[in-house]
């Protein structure tokens, strides 16, 4: 019975592919709420000009881990989309290609992952260079978002035109970058200069799970350059730094 073993196998074989296989992608409304222009970066995905108000309506795979946005800033572009940024810049021009170069805010996502869980943060890993959000648009799951004014109180020694680096950018050292794993590092007052002001975002490498939000596969999102600011988030600058 031969043939009904491979008419068999073929159905199984079709069914696990369907039952694997996510059907819908993920759309992320890239928003630029700020009064200036923002070249809106995704890897995957590319990159846009966004004026204030625009959006960028961006599909992404199901499935795709890594995934990020960003935004960048004092752009010159010529026509065919070369040209480079004051901050995120990267390689590729206007249609970016790889990561952007530090510091810039990042929107971060990993998507179906776990059978049917989105983790999504926003990250200061790389530093700070807009005010953003990151919002699904499943309404029972939380928004994750930085909208204080870093830039304008950035420590001297981390700032840089346009945006305030994280220290790991800077010192590249273990006691910033923890990059000996969990335990080999301890928050410091550059680390806590970001977390105090954006409790929500993910400041350091080693931060606790309270900056990593879930929601289940099948919503999409709305990720906001320049969201309006929360109160709560502005702080005076420590004497310390
Ligand atoms: C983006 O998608 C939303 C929701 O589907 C829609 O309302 C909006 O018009 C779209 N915007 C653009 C620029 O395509
Ligand atoms: C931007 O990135 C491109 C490609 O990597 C590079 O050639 C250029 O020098 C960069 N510009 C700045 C301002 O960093």
Not at 176 to 194: D, L, Q, V
């Amino acid at each position: 019975m031969a043939s009904s073993y491979s008419t068999r196998s073929l159905f199984y074989l079709l069914f696990l592919s369907f039952s694997f296989i996510p059907t819908h992608s993920t759309t992320f409304e890239i928003l630029n709420n700020c009064p200036y222009t923002v070249w809106a970066a995704a890897s995957p995905g590319g990159g846009r000009g966004l004026d204030h108000g625009q959006t960028w309506n961006l599909s992404v795979n199901p499935g795709t881990t890594s995934g990020r946005i960003w935004g960048r800033t004092g752009c010159n572009f010529d026509a065919s989309g070369h040209g480079d940024c004051l901050t995120g810049n990267c390689t590729g021009g206007l249609e970016c290609t790889g990561w952007g170069t530090p510091p810039n805010t990042l929107a971060e996502f990993a998507l179906n992952q776990f059978t049917n869980l989105d983790f999504y943060d926003i990250s200061l890993v790389d530093g700070f260079n807009i005010p953003m959000d990151i919002t699904p648009l499943n309404s029972k799951c939380a928004k994750s978002s930085c909208t204080a004014d870093i830039n304008g109180q950035c420590p001297k020694v981390l700032k840089v035109p346009g945006g305030c680096n994280n220290p790991c950018t800077l010192f590249k050292t273990d006691e910033y970058c923890c990059f000996k794993g969990p335990g080999s590092c301890a928050p410091t007052a550059y680390s806590r200069f970001f977390l105090v002001r954006c409790p929500d975002a993910y400041s350091f490498p080693r931060d606790g799970p309270t900056t990593t939000f879930i929601c289940p596969t099948g919503s999409n999102y709305r990720v906001v350059f320049c969201p309006s600011r929360s109160s709560l988030v502005n702080l005076e600058m420590p004497a310390s730094l």
